[in-house]
């Protein structure tokens, strides 16, 4: 029986910073940032390598400080009303070595107290992936509903952004036409926050990443990268 890396005190943590989203508070609080929330995020990547490489060699799991798996809690607010410093979440990204940014395929944890979630696939792909997976799904579109029905019998959903109208030439009588809208093509399933801080949530996790293997092996075909 394993112990997961995360605790209460993780999201008590993430809580007061929501509270506090200033970086004088934070610097002064960098420490229980460090015991609560950062260490036991790159422990959690740590014990997923194993997992992580026996889904996909190609997947990444890097348990750096920065430029790891674990994204940054300071916020990009440049170009955001939003002008809070720090995210009041974490995230943990495992993704395809090919991909450089959090717009490559991959597999994503989010732990935050307003929602948790697992999620799988790739998420605001440039126009050039897109269209590569949109050709793939008009042309290979069995293998992609395989790969549906295997997320929804785990729990999966398919979310993020759509186009309102069909993409430019499709018909809108095209069988495929609601995933061919997707801006995104992103599997997601929520987490309690109990599960996060039980016992097996590193099995858990690994378990879930599996029922992604599917959409994972298909995104990475229509975009010609290894699985």
Known sequence: MSMSPFTRQSFNFLNELSVNNEREWFKANQA???????????????????HITALSPR???????VGGSMMRPQRDSRFSKDKMPYKTNVGI????????????????????NDGCFLGAGIWHPESKALNAIRTCIDENPNSYKKALRELTAQGFEMQGS???????????????LDELKR????????????QVYSADFVELCAQEFAACQQLMRYLCFALDLDY
């Open 59 to 65: 997947l990444t799991a890097v348990p750096k400080k």
């Open 93 to 112: 990204q495992f993704r395809h070595f090919q991909g450089k940014d959090v717009h490559a395929p991959g597999l994503y944890l989010h732990i935050a």
């Open 162 to 176: 759509q186009l309102i109208r069909p993409p430019k030439g499709y018909d809108k009588a095209h069988p495929m």
């Open 183 to 194: 801006k995104d093509f992103i599997a997601i399933k929520p987490l309690t926050i109990e």
């Open 32 to 50: 229980r940032y460090e015991d609560n929330v950062r260490t036991p995020a790159l422990k959690f990547i740590e014990a997923m390598q194993p």
